[in-house]
């Protein structure tokens, strides 16, 4: 996408929003507003909208459409639990505005815990007319906050919720239901295996690592073998290669897991995970054993 759109449309919604009494402030989130890994060419634009009649701007678009011609607009709850628009202007340009309830001075509302994830890697002003005081440097330029350990139950119900899910997903293959067997291997299995990649990395490298959510930027913060493996973790539209798919995907989560037990000195499953294994050779045409364990050093 052209950065000469992206900074028309920020130009024009700031434009009309000083104008506009009950917007309060703004802000740019996401990759539009970080130092670390800035936005590129197919960077969307995050905005969060403070104003004291949120049900002005998420009961039409009329104000959306000052803005620029629309190819595509749609609502839905953002992650702060605020209304949100999802709008694709003509020439791709995608922006997400996130109308946020004007409660408090600016900086107030930036530290509520609800807008913590959206400043986690940093913030960057539109406008504030909520307070004659500078916003705080401090807040539109946050840290990833360090994410705490698991506990032993944590870990433990989220590595047999994946045994689990191994199950279900081999039952439908299985049963030839294509569609549901690679929904559950390559979405809420892989969800699994994203959540154990970050705890590796944590275990791995020290608990101050900084792991990027949802899996930006694995390549750098994962450890080295682990995106290569990726790449036989995922399935297409065929029995074969569902059974292989689901395969990769326990080996890879098994080694994954061992060694943060190990560094955790957490209680893992051996005995169960190998009955399990031994139960799907029972059900699939292929064997789905995990050749023993060995450290991700010798992969």
Not at 44 to 70: A, E, K, R, V
Not at 117 to 142: I, P, W, Y
Request: hydrophobic share 40%.
């Amino acid at each position: 996408m052209s950065q000469l759109l992206y900074e028309e449309l920020e130009n024009r919604f700031v434009a009309w929003a000083v104008t506009e009494p009950t917007m309060r402030s703004a802000v740019v989130v996401g990759s539009r507003a970080r130092q670390d890994h800035p936005a590129d060419r197919w960077s969307d634009l995050d905005i969060i909208c403070f104003t004291i009649t949120p049900d002005l701007f998420t009961t039409n678009t009329h104000w959306i459409i000052q803005l620029g011609s629309i190819w595509f607009c749609a609502d839905k709850v953002a992650n702060s639990g605020d209304f949100e628009w999802m709008v694709t202007f003509e020439g791709g340009a995608k922006v997400d505005f996130i109308i946020a309830p004007a409660a408090a001075p600016l900086s107030q509302m930036l530290a509520s815990p609800i807008y913590e994830k959206a400043r986690r890697r940093g913030v960057r002003l539109l406008f504030d007319k909520t307070s004659v005081q500078q916003t705080d440097e401090k807040l539109l330029h946050a840290k990833s906050r360090l994410v705490p350990q698991p506990t032993m139950t944590e870990f433990g119900r989220h590595v047999h919720l994946f045994w689990i899910t191994v199950g279900r997903t081999a039952a439908m293959i299985g049963r030839g239901e294509l569609w549901r067997a690679r929904h559950l291997c390559d979405n809420e299995l892989k969800q699994f295996l994203l959540t154990m990649i970050e705890w590796h990395a944590r275990a791995t490298y020290g608990p101050q690592h900084d792991v990027w959510r949802n899996g930006r930027f694995l390549h750098e913060w994962a450890a080295p073998p682990v995106a290569q493996m990726l790449k036989s973790c995922l399935a297409s539209y065929n029995q074969t290669d569902l059974h292989q798919a689901l395969q990769q995907t326990a080996r890879l989560f098994s080694r994954l897991a061992r060694e943060v037990t190990a560094v955790w000195e957490y209680e893992y499953p051996h005995e169960s995970e190998q009955k399990l294994l031994e139960w799907l050779e029972t059900l699939t045409a292929r064997p789905y054993q995990l050749d023993g364990y060995s450290s991700l050093n010798t992969f």
